[in-house]
């Protein structure tokens, strides 16, 4: 969730449309996750909200950008209400868009986590701290949505194809070219799609973060 | 948790009374699922903390209103405190109050929401996202509460009778007569009677918000 | 996590020893816990992330101390970071010393709780409130670590040796000090030091907290 006031050098219009596709997208997949779940058109319209703003309420709580972007304008909140009575009624085929939903949601992952280190930044943020921030504006949505849902959260798991680190690396590369003074449109646009081809391609090849060697024991689970 | 200097057009004694027995009773049912979780004094006293000011403090770190309401005088904290020693020695008894309990509940959810939309109104975040703030400070305590003690939160499941609904409604009438410039101290407590009556008739009459269809599958559980 | 520029009148350098040094174990507890239940390095990191820096966060945010001290400087962050990181390579050493980082995990509540409560009365918050945050910033982030790793908090489960009452009393130490103007640096080494000596002897007595009385039922699972 970015406002667009705030210093990510892109053109506004497709920033506006890839951030309003991020959020929706994003709420889509918390209204699935409440229908698989059996919850009811509360719990729908509550994950679908949690998972499209949560990241960046975070975010702008915790760089004292308050009242947060999300909730500045009504869009994000009415687009995730949408989403939210869209999958009410819709759920079946919508379960049929999964891979399209998983596109959409890397293009989500990769934007939030851009815009979230430059706000962070912009707000007099260091590096390593803004990183943190890119990050947590990314999958922080996805954390509150999960664990209200009581399922261990996708950032967590092995098999989360590295949800994070793509949303790591394009945090990293907005605090390099800032560091370097060329942080710009072209540099922001590189982060995302950075950001976005890592993330579609951990999806394509199944790839998994390195985890810890464990013996096999009675701690597995 | 309402600050008494926030804009809510009703009489400050009433106020005081209806959001310190909130508090109270939000506090009781932390404290009371504590006990049934088997959690120590340890756990009753943080559980009924969380549940009776969670909600206001997230509303109140969202709009800026800092430090919240809830820590800006003693009286939450004591209050919540008390509740949770009373439970420690009376819990037996208070079980059998259980009906009653639901009853402040209900008024405790109805004053809460109408008071959290009205402070997020006077503090410049427009409608829709006023009426998210004013159900996340009915419920987001007791979200916080079940989280901890890993339940499912109340808030999303079917058999809740409706428990977010009441406090959407009472917002939404706040939100609706503030824009036509009719929020008074009578408009304040028809929205309150009306997210309260509404609750207990959900209660009475076992009411159930609508839900996806859903084929029965391995995703039931 | 303390800014040392926070009235904490304690000598600045063995103040960033223990402050840091408490990072790092909390930091530690974190990757640790990922490693048992199998999160890869991602897991990792943000485990020993949140438990390091999450309980100042709250802290900071609560009280309008933004950006808080934990992501000022880039220290926790990469303190946190580097117990991630050498976690995954040694965690089976790192296990075998559980007692020491037990050790170094009391001095962290110890450290944390007195900051905390420093803190919070240094921003104008009441005695009763001022405690909840001392508390709150030294379970915090354990709370969170647990919640994402779907445990039942540490702090709310009854064999968990009184893990928040020294935090409590430690807090109530700072406080009542400070309301007979007598805090100052020996004061608030005596605060740490009883907190810290307190959660020593709960370990090795195998202290516990009291329960409500509850008869054996089917609540009890």
Known sequence: VV???TPVPLDAGILAVLDLGGAFVFALSGALLATRKRFDI?????????????????RDVVIG?????????????????????LTFFFH???EWL?????????AGL???CVAGTSKALAYGIGPLPAIALGVTTAVGGGVLRDLLAGETPTVLRRDSE???????????IVVATHSQHIYDAPAAGAAVGTAFGLRILALWRNWRAPAPRVRAGPEER
Chains 1, 2, 3 share one sequence.
């Not at 909200?49 to 990241?55: F, R, V």
């Not at 950008?65 to 009575?85: D, H, K, T």
């Not at 999964?98 to 890397?106: E, T, W």
């Open 42 to 58: 509360v719990g729908l319209v509550v994950l679908a909200e949690l998972t499209a703003i949560g990241g960046g309420i975070m």
């Open 65 to 85: 950008a308050v009242p947060p972007a999300a909730l500045a304008s009504a869009s994000y909140v009415a687009i995730a209400f949408g989403a939210a009575v």
């Open 162 to 172: 590295l949800y994070a680190v793509p949303a790591f690396v394009g945090a990293l």
């Open 92 to 94: 079946r085929p919508l």
């Open 110 to 112: 990769a934007l939030y």
């Open 98 to 106: 999964a891979r399209p939903v998983l596109f959409f949601d890397a």
């Open 3 to 5: 406002n667009l006031t």
